[in-house]
């Protein structure tokens, strides 16, 4: 395959319609669960509310099914990647501040959806190039510049060594400008 195949391959499954469908799967399960009150009673509330939701959310999403105990460590690594901690949002769940525990489980729900399409994307990139075969990355990278260098200034004057070093990003980073452009235009 050349570079315009791969390059073509690679942004027909990653096409906003099908991004859209990951983030639903993700989207509807935070719908879905019902919260009465943005406050809690307690630490023991707190963590009850987050690992009834987060399997909730696995449930709906993926039908997958987790212990209390992993569920509850599947919210703690979502929330530090946000640079929370269980520790950090209880007094805001406390109160009801800053919506309490009801942003506490949108930034879990939005955790989620961002992991699965990052899944989804190394998925379609390891499907369609080889991590060894520099002499297709490299064709995909010369193609990525000459062809659409000039809707990214930064990728333009690149040399393409440094280019395959961040291949991912790069190819990435296209489509989603392409993505954005062809929403603009109504394609």
């Not at 525990?101 to 879990?108: H, P, S, T």
């Not at 991912?168 to 394609?187: A, P, Q, S, T, Y």
Request: proline fraction near 2%.
């Amino acid at each position: 395959m050349s570079g315009v195949d791969d390059f073509n391959k690679i942004f027909r499954l990653t096409n906003a319609r099908d991004m859209a469908k990951i983030s639903n799967l993700h989207s509807l399960p935070r719908e879905s669960y019902q919260l009465l009150k943005f406050e809690v009673s307690g630490t023991e509330e707190m963590n009850s509310i987050i690992t009834d939701y987060v399997k909730h959310h696995l449930w709906q999403a993926t039908k997958t099914r987790v212990t209390d105990y992993r569920a509850l460590a599947l919210a703690e690594g979502l929330l530090r990647k946000k640079n929370m901690s269980l520790k950090s949002i209880y007094v805001d769940c406390l109160y009801g501040r800053n919506h309490g525990i009801k942003r506490v489980l949108d930034v879990i729900q939005e955790g989620f959806e961002r992991e699965a399409l990052q899944e989804y994307i190394n998925y379609v990139l390891k499907t369609v190039i080889d991590n060894e075969n520099f002499g297709q990355i490299r064709d995909l990278m010369v193609y990525v510049r000459d062809k659409h260098g000039a809707i990214i200034p930064d990728i333009e004057n690149r040399p393409i060594d440094a280019m395959m070093a961040e291949w991912n990003d790069v190819v990435m980073d296209v489509i989603m400008v392409l993505d954005r452009l062809l929403d603009k235009v109504g394609v």
